[in-house]
């Protein structure tokens, strides 16, 4: 079965500090595809990232970071000096296989909430 | 591009009422997603409409839920006869194409007593 494992509750940084989520995920599937998003206080999910399980390099865009490893099936997500806007629940996802039918179904891990102190 | 929006934003029931939530999906988009999330969880998918067929649901989903998208624009969550334990964010997401990002609405805060 698949599953995204996010180990980290809760993490508090100090503005400027950088910070790294964890995603763990499990599947079966050899195609599959991996996001993150971010819900804010007003609670809309923000997309910040896909990645096909084909595409293994490191991503990078301003502040925000991903380091996809197929090895040990981790996603992790790196923010890089840390400010008060970051602060949100960071969810990582993996969609669910191809059945026949397409779909867009996301199997969301429980999310990490961030807070970065001014 | 206005977004997804979801109406209500909070919905406030007493159990064994009938609730009906609305999403608009952005205009081009023929994928339509239903999703719920409770207090300190990810969201679970519930269903999924390309156009108006609705092509997978959860078994989340029980026989008190149902959802409807006709002509392919609009879709409605219908809850029959509330339960407490269906108190959550319904949340309504639109994409493009498969595998593609999903938009998400601000969601329907939905609390029964």
């Known amino acids: 079965a698949q599953k995204v494992t996010q180990a980290q509750t809760e993490i508090s940084v100090v503005e400027k500090e950088d910070v790294t989520l964890d995603c763990v995920y499990e599947t079966r599937d050899t195609t599959y595809y991996l996001f993150w998003y971010k819900q804010p206080p007003s609670g809309e999910l923000v997309f910040l990232i896909r990645?096909?399980?084909?595409?293994?390099q490191n991503e990078i865009s301003g502040r925000y970071s991903w380091n996809f490893q197929k090895s040990t099936s981790s996603f992790n997500f790196t923010i890089t000096a840390s400010q008060v806007v970051d602060s949100a629940v960071y969810f990582c996802?993996?969609?669910?296989?191809?059945?026949?039918?397409?779909?867009?179904?996301?199997?969301f891990g429980t999310g990490t909430l961030l807070a970065v102190q001014p | 591009d206005t977004g997804v929006s979801q109406d209500p934003r909070h919905k406030i029931t007493k159990r064994g009422q009938n609730v009906t939530f609305r999403c608009d999906p952005i205009s081009e988009h023929n994928r339509l997603y239903w999703y719920r999330q409770t207090l300190g969880q990810g969201p679970e998918f519930l269903t999924y409409f390309q156009n108006e067929a609705q092509l997978e649901k959860s078994r989340l989903l029980s026989d008190r839920f149902s959802a409807e998208r006709p002509k392919g624009s609009f879709s409605t969550l219908e809850i029959q006869r509330t339960e407490q334990g269906d108190s959550a964010m319904y949340l309504c997401?639109?994409?493009?194409?498969?595998?593609?990002?999903?938009?998400f609405g601000s969601g329907t805060q939905l609390s029964v007593l």
């Open positions: 996802a993996l969609s669910e296989p191809y059945l026949g039918g397409a779909t867009n179904k996301l199997i």
């Open positions: 997401a639109s994409s493009l194409t498969d595998n593609e990002k999903l938009f």
């Open positions: 990645r096909n399980s084909f595409d293994e």
